[in-house]
């Protein structure tokens, strides 16, 4: 699965909390947080919808040591990444058995899958996240449905997102792919980024 590639675990930042959980579509996100960074950790956790787990055993640090490192954003919410169906169960499985998942605060219509325990996320996971979306080989290529890379702020990095309206103007209004229940952006050209013609493989 791919995505923009976070930093991992070091000497000067070890994994202390680990934020897990289901996307609208089913999707297992995990990443982990360092020391300085749970309390805000935390409540972006609670924001999201997901959950908050202390690497509190050599067993959860060693599977936090096989995520990505998460980033905090001054908005309060966190990147999360998407992770193996395996690895989230496995971390899930460490969560109290009374547990009860944070109501997401993008209200999940009817019928659409909820985050839970276990939630047969292998099944529900797709097998490509970027399924029906195209790669542009250059600027004049950018269309409905390309998949290239944006900023929300420029201090943040940069993330998948994929076009959903173009204007006459020039403006592009993009959809984050791993975010979407997050707000969507509108950008021009000069302002995103081109992803290479052989990423999707």
């Known amino acids: 699965m791919t995505t923009v590639a976070v930093p991992a675990a070091t000497a000067t930042a070890m994994p202390a909390l680990i934020v897990l959980g289901l996307d609208d579509g089913g999707k297992a996100h995990a990443s982990w947080f360092g020391e300085d960074e749970t309390d805000v950790a ?3 956790a609670g924001m999201m919808g997901m959950a908050a787990l202390r ?110 309206q173009v204007s006459a103007d020039g403006l592009f209004t993009l959809r984050w792919r791993d975010f979407p229940d997050w707000p969507v952006v509108v950008r021009r050209t000069h302002h995103l980024a081109l992803l290479h013609p052989r990423h999707a493989e």
């Open 42 to 44: 935390e409540k972006a």
């Open 55 to 164: 690497a509190s055993t050599d067993e959860l640090r060693d599977l936090a040591g096989k995520l990505p490192h998460g980033r905090l954003f001054a908005s309060g919410k966190a990147f999360v990444p998407f992770v193996k169906a395996t690895t989230f169960d496995k971390i899930a499985d460490h969560l109290p058995k009374s547990y009860k998942w944070p109501v997401r605060p993008a209200k999940s219509a009817a019928g659409k899958p909820k985050p839970g325990k276990k939630a047969s996320a292998a099944a529900a996971q797709p097998s490509d996240p970027n399924e029906g979306l195209t790669i542009p080989e250059g600027w004049d290529s950018i269309v409905f449905g390309s998949l290239v890379l944006a900023c929300e702020d420029p201090s943040d990095g940069w993330f998948h997102a994929h076009v959903i």
